[in-house]
């Protein structure tokens, strides 16, 4: 069906949403419990990316190699595992199938029991400012909601239409163990299929071209996550320049220069991890007059609005948020400013994520060299897990943790908790800094042992200046 050949007379409701990821189906829920008329699409499967393809099923394969990886160590613990550890990947798969299945027909079915709500099957794209065609119907609306999300970037890498190359999303399908997995891009998403499958059994290479994994982190925590992923076998091959693919079947070869010197790795899977792209490119945004900037984000103000009165961007598509909890923020401030007469804006949030691995880094705020960088008089301390006794307790010494303050303001700039628990302990840190505490108010709480997060306190009696990288 094209967008000129509507077959049905167009359909009016107060609100349409184009997406149901993790922004759209909220919003749906409020404007329907305000009373008002709603129409959401989907083109694909609910839930989107978070879902389907991202967050819910990738956490739950790493609970799958979490337990892999232990049952291997058992022994460490006194505990005798006869007969070997074997995994099953298709029972692997057909758990985070379950996991993910459950959520997605949660959101769906919430969603057709919604007052006032009907939801369309099908592809999106605008006629006009306020008229989106799906499936050969015309809706119109004086308010539309774009929640389209993103998609993995397939960078132009020489040989890459010649082989079957995974991504994110394909490699949800995979119910074997890759002999070999060869993973370009050693960023959150490379770095956490690359640890899974390493505890699964494959042998994996993760490629990288900056000059150290997750290089937007402090270079301590970037080590760290580095001295983790190669202490279980994973092999990191970093600077790499002109990579290229080629092969066929299971046999491919990826080849590059790295530290100038020759690479050439052969393995039997290829998954590219080079970064995400919106899906903006096909929503008739022209006809719209919708602005996109350079790399094709909807551009959006600080409450979310575009530069079309009337038109919204939420979620990964507007270039602001790159998570779950950003989109579902992008949500709350939208729905409390239409709603509740609010005026909450993106600013008022301060950055936060995990990344997935084993142990999890938990991250709030600002790095210590963006903190630098922006003209702080930083005050830093850092403490390895190895001296922390829930760590020791639990045999899970990997990582470290750090925060970093301003010592003038003593504001607390950001942290980071790369160990056990650090996705959780975080939280300590970030809520401090939404209260705007000064650190002093942290660094006296009594907080319970043996826990991880009793030693932030002590992090924040330990501050030193941070060390100028030039001297
Ligand atoms: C491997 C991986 C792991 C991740 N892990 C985490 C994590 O642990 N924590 C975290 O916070 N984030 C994680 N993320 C990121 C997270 O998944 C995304 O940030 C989040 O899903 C973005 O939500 P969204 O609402 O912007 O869009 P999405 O969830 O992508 O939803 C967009 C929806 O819009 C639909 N759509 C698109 N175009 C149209 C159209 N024209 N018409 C109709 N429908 C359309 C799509 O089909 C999709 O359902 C991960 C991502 C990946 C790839």
């Given amino acids: 069906m094209t967008i000129d050949a ?7 409701y107060d609100a349409i949403i184009i997406g149901a990821g993790q922004a759209g189906p909220s919003l749906a829920r409020r404007f329907s419990a305000a009373g008002m008329s709603v129409a959401i699409v ?14 819910v099923p990738t956490k739950t394969m790493v609970a799958s190699a979490y337990a892999a990886h232990m049952a291997h160590r058992a022994a460490d613990f006194g505990v005798t595992v006869t007969g070997g550890v074997r995994v099953d990947m298709k029972a692997v798969k057909s758990r985070k199938d379950a996991i993910s299945g459950q959520s997605r027909t949660g959101i769906q079915t919430m969603l057709k029991g919604l007052k006032n709500c009907t939801v369309y099957l099908g592809h999106a794209a605008f006629r006009s400012a306020h008229e989106v065609v799906v499936a050969g119907s015309v809706l119109r609306a004086n308010r539309i909601f774009i929640n389209v999300g ?3 970037a397939v960078p132009p890498m020489p040989g890459l239409d ?7 999303s394909s490699m949800m399908g995979l119910d074997e163990v890759p002999r070999h997995l060869i993973i370009v891009g050693g960023s959150y998403v490379g770095l956490e299929f690359g640890q899974m499958f390493r505890r699964f059994g494959s042998e994996v290479t993760i490629i990288e071209m900056g000059p150290r994994l997750v290089g937007q982190e402090d270079e301590d925590v970037s080590a760290a996550i580095h001295d983790v992923l190669t202490s279980e076998g994973i092999t990191v091959r970093l600077n790499a320049r002109c990579i290229s693919v080629g ?16 690479l050439a790795v052969e393995g039997s899977h290829v998954l590219l991890a080079t970064g995400r792209r919106p899906n903006t490119e096909d929503l008739g945004l022209d006809a719209a007059g919708v602005n996109r900037d350079a790399r094709g984000y909807i551009v959006v103000n600080d409450q979310l609005e575009t530069n079309v009165t009337g038109i919204w961007a939420l979620g990964d598509c507007n270039g602001k948020g790159a998570f779950t909890h950003t989109s579902y923020n992008d949500f709350e401030i939208v729905a409390a400013n239409l709603l509740d007469g609010a005026s909450r804006r993106v600013s008022d949030r301060i950055q936060a994520y995990a990344l997935y691995i084993d142990p999890p880094l938990g991250r709030a705020g600002v790095t210590a060299s963006e903190a630098r960088r ?3 008089s930083v005050l830093v301390g850092t403490r390895r897990m190895t001296s922390v006794s829930r760590a020791v307790e639990k045999g899970e010494t990997h990582g470290l943790m ?16 790369l160990g056990t628990g650090g996705d959780e302990v975080i939280h300590c840190v970030l809520d401090a800094m939404y209260a705007k505490a000064p650190y002093p108010v942290l660094q006296r709480a009594m907080h319970i042992h043996p826990t991880v997060s009793e030693f932030i306190p002590t992090l924040l009696a330990e501050l030193k200046p941070l060390e100028d990288p030039d001297h």
């Fill in 247 to 262: 092969g066929e079947g299971q046999n491919l070869i990826a080849r590059a220069e790295c530290d100038r010197q020759s």
């Fill in 150 to 152: 993103g998609r993995a």
């Fill in 374 to 376: 922006r003209g702080h």
């Fill in 6 to 12: 509507p077959v049905e007379p167009t359909k009016t």
């Fill in 402 to 417: 750090k925060v970093v303050v301003d010592g003038t303001s003593q504001e607390i700039l950001g942290a980071a908790v």
């Fill in 42 to 55: 989907e083109r694909h499967l609910f839930g989107g990316t978070c879902v389907n393809t991202g967050c």
């Fill in 162 to 168: 010649r082989i079957p190359y995974l991504t994110n």
